[in-house]
């Protein structure tokens, strides 16, 4: 098999007959449209473990998932243009990547905070002197929604070069009412070019504003931004930098109770720098996601498991701030609490590679790497599509959507330990829209 890395849209050809393949992850037992949680993530018949298995993919699902013999049996003597035969050599198929908790869109650079953290100042240090979020919106501003196409298609395809075939978008640095809706306007207009299914969040509440009082800015939120926000029709989710320092517990109810009531759920950033209540406050209000939730307590764990709320938690961004990976993934397995991992892609969190995640998870954090995988697929796969969807990715099974990746490993765990190194050599894709 090709030893680079090659896009497939499945739209371009009627069937794509894969044979050969090593082990299959498949993830689809049970509900698929149900998380997976506590050991129920490490167990091995989640896997084909049989080498020789072969998948045909038509019309973007996966049509059939059986031994090699039997569909080069059926489509060997085709010898129509629209069969694409491609031998698999041995290596392992995975579910594609769903990544999450991503802030795709942004301009501007903030490669001098490093040298600021490392002389002792912190994130909100940094953001009181003009850093941080408010000099992202600077620039961002600036751009022109031409300008943040291009970096955003540009992004994306390095996305799905790592695996990712599903992928949410927050807009939240424009901070104005005309920004936001631009920025969420990109995003709608960039799925029209890629093969990522982009999913977009409004993250009005990432900040506030440095040329108006908070107050003004949260009143903006509420009766100018969430109605225009409502009525524009693109974002799937309200999110809230609920941090101490940032929107407090009732800034954040208050604003994803007006959400709720113009049918728009939320997803939250919560708890990243210290208990602060959020992620209990998240799973009170039933939210979708938690995310970081990294100094969480185990009462909120236990209620966001018991409400529905999934626990996201994203390794990259302590990584790149120099703090401890001590983020509780273990405990999360042993107490059957459901949870998912993402990139956090960010200005200050410049990745895109859900395999580095991954393997932060594993070597770092000793999770099994099964575990991980479940975490990277299936689990948000079910945060981002509506429950009872039969197009729901994030496992793989006949008449389910064709996102799969070949890895450069014949067994399933070499999807994540690779570091600085991209494990996937090929992504297919349902999604064609190009």
């Known amino acids: 098999m ?3 890395i090659s896009r497939v849209s499945l739209m371009d050809a009627v069937r794509h007959v894969l044979v050969n393949a090593g082990p299959i992850a498949h993830l689809s037992s049970g509900d698929v449209n149900e998380p997976l949680r506590g050991h129920s993530m490490t167990d091995r018949e989640l896997l084909v473990h049989e080498a020789g298995k072969g998948l045909v993919l038509e019309e973007g699902i996966v049509a059939l998932i059986t031994d090699s013999e039997s569909i080069e049996s059926e489509f060997g003597g085709d010898s129509s243009s629209n069969l694409n035969f491609i031998d698999l050599g041995g290596n392992a198929v995975l579910p594609g990547f769903v990544d999450c908790h991503t802030h795709l869109l942004w301009a ?19 953001a009181e002197r003009g850093g941080g979020i408010t000099k992202t919106v600077e620039k961002t501003r600036l751009a022109t929604s031409a300008d943040l196409m291009k970096e955003g298609a540009r992004r994306v395809q390095n996305a799905l070069e790592h695996g990712t ?6 807009s939240g640095y424009g901070l104005s009412l005309e920004s936001e809706l631009s920025l969420l306007e990109v995003i709608r207009d960039l799925q029209t070019q890629v093969d990522i299914k982009l999913h977009p969040t409004w993250l009005g509440a990432h900040d506030f504003p440095k040329n108006i009082p908070r107050k003004s800015y949260f009143e903006e939120l509420l009766t100018d931004q969430l109605p225009a926000i409502h009525e524009q029709g693109i974002a799937k989710w309200t999110d809230v930098f609920c941090e101490p320092g940032w929107y407090d517990l009732e800034q954040t109810e208050e604003l994803v109770k007006a959400s709720d009531k113009l049918g728009i759920a939320s997803r939250l ?15 009170q209000l039933r939210a979708v996601s938690g995310d970081h939730v990294g100094y969480s307590s ?9 409400n529905g709320t999934m626990q996201t938690f994203l390794p990259g961004t302590p990584y790149v701030l120099g703090k401890d990976l001590t983020l509780p993934l273990q405990r999360c397995v042993e107490e059957a609490w459901r949870f998912s991992l993402a990139t956090d892609f960010n200005p200050n969190c410049r990745s895109l590679s859900i395999p580095f995640v991954g393997s932060l998870a594993t070597h770092r954090m000793g999770l099994d790497p099964l575990a991980a995988l479940v975490a990277v697929t299936r ?12 197009s729901i990715p994030g496992s793989l099974r006949e008449g389910g959507p064709a996102d799969l990746i070949v890895i450069n490993s014949t067994d399933v765990d070499g999807w994540c330990q690779t570091p600085g190194d991209n494990p996937v050599i090929q992504t297919f894709t349902s999604e064609s829209l190009m």
């Open 379 to 390: 689990n948000p796969a079910t945060t981002l599509h509506d429950s009872q969807d039969r």
């Open 298 to 306: 185990d009462e909120a764990r236990h209620a966001a498991e018991q």
């Open 269 to 283: 950033h919560v708890d990243e720098f210290k208990d602060g209540g959020g992620l209990a406050l998240a799973s």
């Open 165 to 170: 075939t599903s992928m949410e978008c927050k």
């Open 108 to 126: 501007g650079d903030r490669s001098n905070e490093m040298r600021l953290r490392q002389s002792g100042m912190n994130y909100q240090e940094i």
């Open 2 to 4: 090709a030893d680079y």
